[in-house]
T-cell receptor, first 116, second 112 residues
C-alpha cells in the first residue's frame, strides 16, 4: 500500500513570494490533515478536510494561507505572501473516515520550506 | 483545553540501556494517546496508541507505554536501546475528536 505522498520535498523562496505544496493521501482515506512543524516544536494542525469539506481550519492564518481538496482526494496548501516565520516543515497526513474515534493518522515525508 | 507536556527536549542513553521518555497530558475527557517517531527528513511514524482497555500498550520496535490515569502520564519505554532508535519522539493526545495535539518532542540520542 502506497503511503502519503508530498511534493516538493524542499523549497526555498524569498519573503513575499508565493508557494504551493501538494499532497496525495493514502487511497480510500477520507480525512486529510495539513500540519505545520516549526523547528523544535511538535506539529500544529492547520486544516482538516473530510472528503472535500473543511472540518477544522481554526488555526489556519487565512490572510495568507489557503488550502483546497478538490474531488476529495489530492490537496494543495498555498502561502501567499510568505513571511520569514513561515519557515517550517509542512506535513500532510490522512486517515480513514473519522467518527470521533482515534483513527490512526499516517504522515507523509513533509515539505521543508525555507523563507529568506 | 487539552495539552501534552514532554519532559526533556533531549535524552541520552548508552546502547543497551533502558529508554524512558516522559509524557504527561491534560484532558477534560478520557484521552486517546499516541507515540510517534520521526527520523531525520522523514514524516512521523506511529509507534503505539492507547484507546481503551489494557493500560500497558505494546508497539513496534520493542517499545511500550503505560497509561496511568492517576498520574495523567503515558511514558514510553524500551528495555534495551539500539543505535537505530536515535530519533525524535512525539507524544500526542486526541480528546474525542480527530484532531491531535502534539508535545514538543524529545530527541533520543544513543551512544555506543
Amino acid at each position: 500500500e502506497a503511503g502519503v505522498a508530498q511534493s516538493p520535498r524542499y523549497k526555498i523562496i524569498e519573503k513575499r513570494q508565493s508557494v504551493a505544496f501538494w499532497c496525495n493521501p493514502i487511497s480510500g482515506h477520507a480525512t486529510l490533515y495539513w500540519y505545520q512543524q516549526i523547528l523544535g516544536q511538535g506539529p500544529k494542525l492547520l486544516i482538516q478536510f473530510q472528503n472535500n469539506g473543511v472540518v477544522d481550519d481554526s488555526q489556519l492564518p487565512k490572510d495568507r494561507f489557503s488550502a483546497e481538496r478538490l474531488k476529495g482526494v489530492d490537496s494543495t496548501l498555498k502561502i501567499q505572501p510568505a513571511k520569514l516565520e513561515d519557515s517550517a516543515v509542512y506535513l500532510c497526513a490522512s486517515s480513514l473516515e473519522t467518527s470521533g474515534g482515534p483513527n490512526t493518522q499516517y504522515f507523509g515525508p513533509g515539505t521543508r520550506l525555507t523563507v529568506l | 483545553a487539552q495539552s501534552v507536556t514532554q519532559l526533556g527536549s533531549h535524552v541520552s542513553v548508552s546502547e543497551g540501556a533502558l529508554v524512558l521518555l516522559r509524557c504527561n497530558y491534560s484532558s477534560s475527557v478520557p484521552p486517546y494517546l499516541f507515540w510517534y517517531v520521526q527520523y531525520p527528513n522523514q514524516g512521523l511514524q506511529l509507534l503505539l496508541k492507547y484507546t481503551t482497555g489494557a493500560t500497558l500498550v505494546k508497539g513496534i520496535n520493542g517499545f511500550e507505554a503505560e497509561f496511568k490515569k492517576s498520574e495523567t502520564s503515558f511514558h514510553l519505554t524500551k528495555p534495551s536501546a539500539h543505535m537505530s532508535d536515535a530519533a525524535e519522539y512525539f507524544c500526542a493526545l486526541n480528546s474525542g475528536y480527530s484532531t491531535l495535539t502534539f508535545g514538543k518532542g524529545t530527541m533520543l540520542l544513543v551512544s555506543p
